[in-house]
Structures are given as structure tokens and as C-alpha cells.
């Protein structure tokens, strides 16, 4: 079974544009959260999504926003990208209800903006 | 306000010997603990967890204490072995919603010795 994949991997862009990074789940597996890691923060938790539905929130601006198809796959954007959004965006997916241990990471997409 | 602590940013440790890895965390309506292993370039992987309901948890060489009253809980790995080295995550999921939520500490880095 193939594990959760992100695209693209790594990601370069300047302060004011937009960027979308894509996550396809595991095969099955409905609910997509993603995650932000940088190292003065660690890993900080974006939006969890559901059925194409946001389902849970985290404690971000406006411009991280996300949503989600009818096959489970995910998207996140960030619009008038900033120097801290320089990050790796992290995908997990799982089941139905991500229970405890039960959610699966993708590799991440790192963003680098200059 | 760092809901979830790991406090020590490294730890190395001798082959064969202990690993013990601690994590604080202030919110006591957690109640879903976690820990994730990741490597570089890499997704975390889920670990092993522990309900709160619980003080123990033991998964092969890998066991998790809790303790509610001094909201603390350690990893301990036994023996360790150098393809353990990597940066472990402790989070906490189950406060006010969704099990997507997790929220996790800062890691600590673990060097394995030979």
C-alpha cells in the first residue's frame, strides 16, 4: 500500500506570492491533517480535514488555507507568502477519525521563501 | 504558551544502555499521548502511545510512564541501538475537539553511540 506522498517536495519562492501544496492520503484514509514544522516553533498543527470538510482549526492567519476532494486528496495554500513561512508542511492522513497513532505523515514539502 | 515541553533539545547515549526522554505538558484535558520518531528528510512515525487512563504502556523495547498529577512523561528506550538515533516527538491530542489536533513539543534529538 503506498504511503502518504506530498508534491512537491521541496519548493522555492519570493515574499507576496502564493503557494499550493497537494497531499494525496493513503488509500482509503479520509481524514487529511497537515502540519507545520519549523525550528524555533517545532511542529504546529494547520487544519484537519474530513469528508471535504474542515473539521478542526489550528491557530494560524487567514492566508493558510486549505481544502480537500471528493477522492480525499488535500490541498494547502498560502497567499503573500512572508520570510516565517519559510517551513516543512507536513500531511498526515488517516482512517476516518485520526485516532492516536493512528495518522500516517508524508515526507513534507519544504518552502523556502526569499 | 507551549502546551507540550520537551526541555532537553538533545540526549546521547551509549549503545545497549537507557534512553530516557521527557516531555511536560500543561493542559489536563489531554487525553491521548504520543510519541513519533523522525528522521531526517522524513515524516514522523507513530511510536507508541498512552491513554490517560493509563501510567504505563510497553511496546518491545520502547515504554511510556505517565504521571497525571505532575503532568510529566518519559519515553524509555531499553537497550538502545544506534538506528535509534533520531529526533523523537512527545504530542497530546484530545483537548476540546478532534483527535487531529495534536499538539506536539519541540523534539529532542537522540545520539545512539556505538
Redo the contacts between chains.
Sequence with gaps: KAG?TQTPRYLIKTRGQQVTLSCSPISGHR?V?W?QQTPG?????LF?Y?SETQ??K?NFPGRFSGRQFSNSRSEMNVSTLELGDSALY?C?S?LK????????????TRLLVL | DQQVKQNSPSLSVQEGRISILNCDYTNSMFD???W?KKYP??????L??I?SIKDKNEDGRFTVFLNKSAKHLSLHIVPSQPGDSAVY?C?A?GAG???????????TKLSVKP
Excluded: H, M
Design positions: 502518504v481524514s491533517s502540519y516553533q517545532g511542529l504546529q498543527f484537519e474530513f473539521r478542526n489550528g507536513l498526515a488517516s477519525d485520526p485516532l492516536p497513532g493512528a495518522q500516517y505523515f508524508g515526507p513534507g | 491521548y499521548f504520543l513519533y528528510a522524513e515524516g514522523p512515525t507513530f507508541i502511545s491513554s516527538f504530542a491530542s475537539g478532534s483527535q487531529g489536533n495534536l499538539i506536539f513539543g519541540k523534539g
